[in-house]
């Protein structure tokens, strides 16, 4: 942004080679920062209606410095010096390493290559799965003879690929094709792109499917930590992330870890739903599964009444999600019953079995994983119609194959 001619400070020359320098303003030179953010705020408030928020004379970052900061960064063209500015919450000019340029630009792409993926698309979306997988392996091998490994489209590729494997039940080949989906997006996306923590969030799914629970929880830990630090604590997003690291946790049997991560999404869609909507139903439930498998039956049933009212509300008593609810709020409250029982006779009666046969086994576990994330559930049975379209894929290739032995010449 150029400043106006009466600020900057200009070295020009005279006939006689003598050099003068133009003396800055007294209008920026007076300015501190005080008045620039009451400046700000004015604009605000008379262009846009909108008072900012303000604290001790400054105004207040809603996401918080370290994604404002960033934020600001990447707009301008600003790249700082690495170090730690939790305590600081300020950067000064000793701490601008770098100014770079903002250019708009547009990347090429090769024309048939993104014919051969669009068709790909869109015979995924109308469920034709050979078709699709033949097609975009297509479109791939001719994007890595124009780009290179390195390009969006490359990326974008490898998770349609990914996505085709899973949904096959090809859990092995989603894994391969993510991870190089990953690698291309951290390239070139960069780190902190929110494809490439989505990408982290797909493998994460695809692990925790081959039974790699403590590689799945580092992915998603991994993905948490960058949506916290592009998008700040208070994001929508970081509700369906605790509740993958919940879920996830409770495969592991450590319930009450997955508790607090749970407890944390439900605050998250308080914050944002309200208390009757059905995703703060659907977060009481996981907590009160989470409580029971803790044995502690009084406090699940408080989180589990409040999801039964709302289904009630929602869908009426007859629905199938009201009647499970409330079968479970039942469990609840016998096996309540049989602790406190216990607890006044324990030296008559034995321990009563305190596992809930309803807490959740890693099939369901799975399949909530791929509802919160809104995902295909995991082909844990293949149908019919799976089978057909890899016996398709296998008849193609033979057919191929002999065509080249035909043609061949020995």
Same mark, same amino acid.
């Given at each position: 942004? #150029?400043?106006?001619?009466?600020?900057?400070?200009?070295?020009?020359?005279?006939?006689?080679?003598?050099?003068?320098?133009?003396?800055?303003?007294?209008?920026?030179?007076?300015?501190?920062?005080?008045?620039?953010?009451?400046?700000?705020?004015?604009?605000?408030?008379?262009?846009?209606?909108?008072?900012?928020?303000?604290? &001790?004379?400054?105004?207040?970052?809603?996401?918080?410095?370290?994604? $404002?900061?960033?934020?600001?960064?990447?707009?301008?063209?600003?790249?700082?010096?690495?170090? &730690?500015?939790?305590?600081?919450?300020?950067?000064?000019?000793?701490?601008?390493?770098?100014?770079?340029?903002?250019?708009?630009?547009?990347?090429?792409?090769?024309?048939?290559?993104?014919?051969?993926?669009?068709?790909?698309?869109?015979? !995924?979306?109308?469920?034709?799965?050979?078709?699709?997988?033949?097609?975009? @392996?297509?479109?791939?091998?001719?994007?890595?003879?124009?780009?290179?490994?390195?390009?969006?489209?490359?990326?974008?590729?490898?998770?349609?690929?990914?996505?085709?494997?899973?949904?096959?039940?090809?859990?092995?080949?989603?894994?391969?094709?993510?991870?190089?989906?990953?690698?291309?997006?951290?390239?070139?996306?960069?780190? &902190?792109?929110?494809?490439?923590?989505?990408?982290?969030?797909?493998?994460?799914?695809?692990?925790?499917?081959?039974?790699?629970? @403590?590689?799945?929880?580092?992915?998603? %830990?991994?993905?948490?930590?960058?949506?916290?630090?592009?998008?700040?604590?208070?994001?929508?997003?970081?509700?369906?992330?605790?509740?993958?690291?919940?879920? $996830?946790?409770?495969?592991?049997? #450590?319930?009450?870890?997955?508790?607090?991560?749970?407890?944390?999404?439900?605050?998250?869609?308080?914050?944002?739903?309200? @208390?009757?909507?059905?995703?703060?139903?659907?977060?009481?439930?996981?907590?009160?599964?989470? !409580?029971?498998?803790?044995?502690?039956?009084?406090?699940? $049933?408080? %989180?589990?009444?409040?999801?039964?009212?709302? %289904? @009630?509300?929602?869908?009426?008593?007859?629905?199938?999600?009201?009647? &499970?609810?409330?079968?479970?709020?039942?469990?609840?409250?016998?096996?309540?019953?049989? !602790?406190?029982?216990?607890?006044?006779?324990?030296?008559?009666?034995?321990?009563?079995?305190?596992?809930?046969?309803?807490?959740?086994? #890693?099939?369901?576990?799975?399949?909530?994983?791929?509802?919160?994330?809104?995902?295909?559930?995991?082909?844990?049975?293949?149908?019919?119609?799976?089978?057909?379209?890899?016996?398709?894929?296998?008849?193609?290739?033979?057919?191929?194959?002999?065509?080249?032995?035909?043609?061949?010449?020995?």
């Amino acid at each position: 942004m #150029d400043l106006p001619m009466d600020t900057q400070n200009k070295k020009k020359k005279n006939k006689k080679g003598k050099v003068y320098v133009r003396e800055p303003s007294s209008t920026w030179s007076s300015s501190t920062s005080r008045s620039i953010h009451n400046s700000i705020c004015e604009i605000a408030m008379n262009k846009f209606g909108y008072s900012l928020p303000t604290k &001790d004379g400054r105004i207040t970052m809603p996401l918080g410095f370290i994604p $404002m900061t960033r934020l600001i960064c990447r707009a301008v063209g600003i790249q700082l010096v690495l170090r &730690d500015y939790t305590d600081n919450q300020h950067f000064t000019e000793s701490d601008v390493m770098n100014l770079f340029p903002i250019v708009k630009h547009s990347n090429p792409r090769a024309k048939d290559a993104s014919k051969l993926k669009e068709l790909a698309e869109d015979r !995924l979306s109308n469920g034709y799965l050979a078709e699709s997988h033949e097609l975009i @392996t297509e479109a791939l091998n001719t994007m890595l003879q124009v780009y290179g490994p390195l390009h969006s489209d490359i990326e974008s590729s490898h998770k349609h690929l990914a996505h085709i494997s899973y949904l096959f039940g090809r859990i092995g080949q989603a894994v391969s094709h993510q991870k190089q989906g990953l690698l291309a997006s951290e390239r070139v996306l960069g780190v &902190d792109h929110y494809e490439t923590i989505y990408c982290y969030v797909y493998l994460a799914l695809f692990a925790h499917n081959l039974a790699q629970s @403590t590689v799945a929880l580092r992915l998603m %830990y991994r993905a948490k930590f960058l949506l916290q630090l592009i998008f700040g604590p208070d994001h929508l997003e970081q509700a369906a992330f605790d509740i993958n690291i919940g879920l $996830m946790l409770q495969t592991k049997g #450590d319930a009450k870890n997955s508790q607090k991560f749970l407890e944390s999404a439900l605050k998250l869609h308080k914050k944002f739903h309200g @208390t009757g909507s059905v995703q703060v139903a659907m977060c009481n439930i996981l907590v009160a599964r989470a !409580l029971a498998a803790n044995a502690d039956f009084r406090e699940a $049933m408080k %989180y589990q009444k409040h999801a039964l009212d709302v %289904y @009630t509300e929602k869908y009426g008593e007859e629905d199938k999600r009201t009647k &499970d609810c409330e079968a479970f709020y039942s469990k609840l409250t016998q096996k309540a019953v049989e !602790l406190q029982k216990w607890l006044q006779n324990k030296e008559k009666l034995a321990l009563p079995n305190m596992t809930v046969s309803e807490v959740l086994p #890693d099939s369901t576990i799975s399949e909530m994983l791929a509802t919160v994330n809104a995902s295909p559930p995991p082909p844990l049975k293949l149908n019919p119609a799976i089978l057909r379209q890899r016996k398709l894929i296998k008849r193609k290739k033979l057919m191929k194959r002999s065509k080249r032995l035909k043609t061949r010449k020995f």
